[in-house]
Nanobody
Framework: QVQVVESGGDLVQAGGSLRLSCAASGTILSINTMGWYRQAPGNQRELVATITTGGTTKYANSVKGRFTISRDNAKNTVYLQMNSLKPEDTAVYSC??????????????WGQGTQVTVSS
C-alpha cells in the first residue's frame, strides 16, 4: 500500500557531506511525520531527525548543527543534508513515514535503508 524508498548513501571521508532522499508512494491521503533513523552495527536504531507536515523539526543532539532535514510535501519526499560527517555517523539510515491512507486507515512504513560510511 505504501512504499518508502531511500537513496543517497555512500562512502565519504570525515568532514564531507552527503544528501539522503526518501520518497513515499502508494495509496496515501496525507503524511504526518517523516523521519530519518540510523542503526550502526551492534547498536539499537536511533532517531536522527524528524519533520512534520508543518515543518516542525526534531534532531538528535549528536547531529544538531550538522544535519538538516527538509521536506517536499507535494512530492511526499524528505531529505537529510549531512555536513561535517564523522566516522561515528556510519550506519544504515532508514526513513519512516506515517500518515493516513486514502480509505482512512493509518499507516507507518519503513524503507529498506541506505548505507552511509564515513572514513577517518
Amino acid at each position: 500500500q505504501v512504499q518508502v524508498v531511500e537513496s543517497g548513501g555512500d562512502l565519504v571521508q570525515a568532514g564531507g557531506s552527503l544528501r539522503l532522499s526518501c520518497a513515499a508512494s502508494g495509496t496515501i491521503l496525507s503524511i504526518n511525520t517523516m523521519g530519518w533513523y540510523r542503526q550502526a552495527p551492534g547498536n539499537q536504531r536511533e532517531l536522527v531527525a524528524t519533520i512534520t507536515t508543518g515543518g516542525t523539526t526534531k534532531y538528535a543532539n549528536s547531529v544538531k548543527g550538522r544535519f538538516t532535514i527538509s521536506r517536499d510535501n507535494a512530492k511526499n519526499t524528505v531529505y537529510l543534508q549531512m555536513n561535517s560527517l564523522k566516522p561515528e555517523d556510519t550506519a544504515v539510515y532508514s526513513c519512516n513515514a506515517n500518515g493516513i491512507l486514502r480509505y482512512g486507515s493509518l499507516f507507518g512504513s519503513w524503507g529498506q535503508g541506505t548505507q552511509v560510511t564515513v572514513s577517518s
